[in-house]
């Protein structure tokens, strides 16, 4: 479990293939990496992913098939910045919401409006989602808590503090990009519960 408030940014250091999946090496600081175990979780952009190797400075992950399937990770590459969150303690503040790290789905940033130091960034997404969002609520977007502003069934905007920008990978995105989309998990219950009371 995560909170979607991004501790640091790495990058992809090394990439290779591990069957039909792959295996990515992540650059970090050694503050990260000090705090890391083999066999924890860490959320990169979104994606939970357990720890398999560390150095001072780096840790590797395996990713599934279905994972490079549904994710951004399919198209990772060497040198890309990645949002790196640990797993929640029971000493973690929730200061963000709670944010599972399965990833439903992927959208398209379809533009990018900055004011200066701001930022207003519209998503596209596929409308089968559209009843898991509503405004003002939560929405992760590589890993990163944010809040729905505008919301229309296929596209939503979220405004970006200075903070965001300065301290996550979404100062490098452009439009036309893909990123990995996690709806909150209430909504999500609250939807399936009522299509099973509705059968």
């Given amino acids: 479990m995560f909170t979607g408030l991004i501790k640091e940014v790495g990058h992809i250091k090394h990439i290779e293939p591990l069957g039909n999946g792959k295996e990515a090496t992540i650059q970090c600081s050694h503050e990260f990496s000090t705090d890391s175990a083999i066999g924890d979780s ?49 000493q973690t503040k929730l200061g963000g919401h709670l944010v599972s790290g399965h990833v439903d789905d992927t959208g398209t940033i379809q533009t990018i409006d900055n004011d200066g130091q701001w930022a207003v960034i519209t998503i596209e997404y596929n409308e089968t ?67 099973l009371n509705q059968t």
């Fill in 42 to 90: 860490i959320s990169i952009n979104g994606v939970c992913s357990t720890v398999t190797q560390k150095t001072a400075t780096s840790f590797t992950v395996q990713f599934l098939e279905e994972t490079l399937k549904k994710t951004t990770m399919g198209a990772i590459q060497e040198t890309e910045k990645v949002n790196l969150e640990p797993c929640l303690t029971l």
């Fill in 129 to 195: 989602f559209a009843p898991f969002l509503i405004p003002k609520g939560s929405i992760a977007m590589d890993g990163i808590s944010l809040t729905v502003v505008d919301l229309s069934n296929t596209t939503f905007s979220c405004h970006l503090i200075p903070h965001t920008l300065a301290n996550t990978n979404l100062h490098a995105k452009q439009p036309g990009d893909k990123i990995n989309l996690e709806f909150d998990q209430v909504g999500k219950y609250f939807v399936r519960q009522k299509t």
